[in-house]
C-alpha cells in the first residue's frame, strides 16, 4: 500500500480508503468484517459521517475500531443538523452548533480525538470566519487533529483553500466527472489534499447500468466510457476498476481514493483491484478517455 500525506497535515493516509456510507449499519458483523479485512490490507483511512445513517454509521465504526482505534485515520464530517423524530436534516454551521456536534460524534464514535473533521457542504452565505474560528477552536482542545471540507463549490472552496488551514478536500471525481479537474493544480500549490469520491460513478463505470444521464453524460456517453474502460483494462491486464482507480490515483493532487463498499465481494474486488495496480505503475491512461466530454462546474464559481 501506498500511503500518501494529506495535504501540509501529519496524516498518512493509504491511496485508497474505506468510505462508510453504503456499509450495511444494521449488520454490524458484515460491516466489522469488511473494515477489519480492509485494514489488514493496508486501508488505514476510513470516512463516515454524522449524518450518514443519522449517526448509526459513526456507532458502527465506534464499536468496531474499539481496541484499534489509534491504528487508523478516521474522518467524519459536520454541518448537517438532524433532529430524532423529525424527518430530513438542515444546514447549521454555526459555532455553538459545531461544539455540540463534535461531543456527539466523539461519543458515537467511541473516541476522544477526531483525525480529520470536514464541513460537509458549505455556502458563500455561511460565516466563513467563524467556522475557521471553530475548528482552530477544536484543534486547540485536541477534539480533531485536522480540519477540511467536503465541497464541490468552487467559490466555496477556493475561500477555504486561499484562506484557513484545511489540510483536504473531499471531491467528486472519476472518468465521468473531470469537473474538479481544472483546480487541480490550486490545490497542489496551497497543499490541500483532493480526497476523490465517486471514483466508480456508484458503480456505473463497472457492472451497474445505466438509464439516466449522470451529470451532462447522456446514457450513451456513459455507455461509450464504461466500454473504454474495459477495453483499456483488457488492453493492459487488468480489472475495469483497476483503470478506475488509477484514473484517479494519476492525478498527483488526489491523496486518496475513497471508495463506498456495501458487500465483502466488493471489497474483494477493490483490492484486487488495488493489487493489479502495481503491474501499470509505468502505464499513462488518460489519453485513452480523451474523446470524452470534459465537464466544468457550471454554477457557484
Ligand atoms: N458530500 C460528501 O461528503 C460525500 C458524498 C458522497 C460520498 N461520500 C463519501 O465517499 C464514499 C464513496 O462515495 P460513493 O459511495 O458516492 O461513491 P462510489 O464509491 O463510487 O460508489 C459506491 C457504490 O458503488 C457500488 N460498488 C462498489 N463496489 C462495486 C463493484 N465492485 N462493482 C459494482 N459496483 C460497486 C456500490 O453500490 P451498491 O450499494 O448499489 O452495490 C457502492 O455503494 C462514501 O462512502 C462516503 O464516505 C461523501
Known amino acids: ?9 501529519d496524516l498518512l493516509i493509504a491511496e485508497i480508503g474505506l468510505g462508510g456510507m453504503s456499509l450495511p449499519n444494521d449488520s454490524i458483523d458484515t460491516s466489522e468484517r469488511i473494515i477489519r ?11 463516515t459521517a454524522d449524518l450518514y445513517g443519522r449517526g ?54 467511541n473516541t476522544d480525538y477526531i483525525d480529520l473533521y470536514q464541513l460537509h457542504g458549505g455556502t458563500l452565505t455561511d460565516n466563513f470566519d467563524e467556522i475557521v474560528e471553530t475548528f482552530e477552536l477544536l484543534v486547540q482542545h485536541g477534539k480533531i487533529r485536522y480540519y477540511g471540507i467536503s465541497s464541490i463549490r468552487p467559490n466555496v472552496f477556493r475561500k477555504y483553500l486561499q484562506q484557513s488551514a484545511i489540510v483536504s478536500n473531499m471531491m467528486q471525481y472519476s ?12 490545490f497542489v500549490d496551497n497543499e490541500v489534499g483532493v480526497i476523490a469520491r465517486g471514483s466508480m ?28 474502460v474495459d477495453d483499456v483494462g483488457k488492453k493492459l491486464g487488468v ?32 483490492l484486487q483491484s488495488h ?16 474523446m470524452l ?9
Not at 1 to 9: D, Q
Not at 204 to 218: A, P, R
Not at 293 to 301: A, D, I, M, N, V
Open 37 to 47: 479485512k480492509a485494514f489488514d490490507y493496508g486501508i488505514n483511512y476510513f470516512d
Open 201 to 228: 460513478a456508484q458503480g456505473l463505470l463497472l457492472d451497474k447500468v445505466s438509464t439516466k444521464n449522470y451529470l451532462d453524460h447522456t446514457v450513451a456517453d456513459i455507455q461509450q466510457a464504461k466500454s473504454l
Open 175 to 186: 472518468i465521468l466527472d473531470t469537473r474538479p479537474e481544472e483546480f487541480f493544480g490550486e
Open 275 to 290: 493489487t493489479e495496480l502495481a503491474g501499470i505503475a509505468d502505464e499513462r491512461i488518460e489519453g485513452h478517455f480523451s
Open 56 to 109: 448509526a454509521n459513526e456507532i458502527l465504526f465506534g464499536k468496531v475500531l474499539e481496541g484499534w482505534r489509534d491504528k487508523v485515520i478516521l474522518a467524519t464530517k459536520v454541518g448537517n443538523q438532524w433532529q430524532d423524530g423529525i424527518e430530513g436534516w438542515t444546514w447549521n454551521p454555526r459555532k455553538s452548533y459545531i461544539l455540540q456536534a463534535v461531543e456527539q460524534s466523539l461519543k458515537r464514535l
Open 293 to 301: 466530454p470534459k465537464l466544468q462546474y457550471q454554477e457557484h464559481r
Open 239 to 270: 480489472s475495469a476498476q483497476a483503470i478506475v482507480l488509477k484514473y484517479c490515483l494519476d492525478k498527483p493532487a488526489i491523496s486518496s481514493v475513497l471508495s463506498g463498499i456495501r458487500t465483502m465481494e466488493q471489497l474483494e474486488q477493490l
Open 1 to 9: 500500500m501506498k500511503y500518501n500525506r494529506l495535504g501540509n497535515s
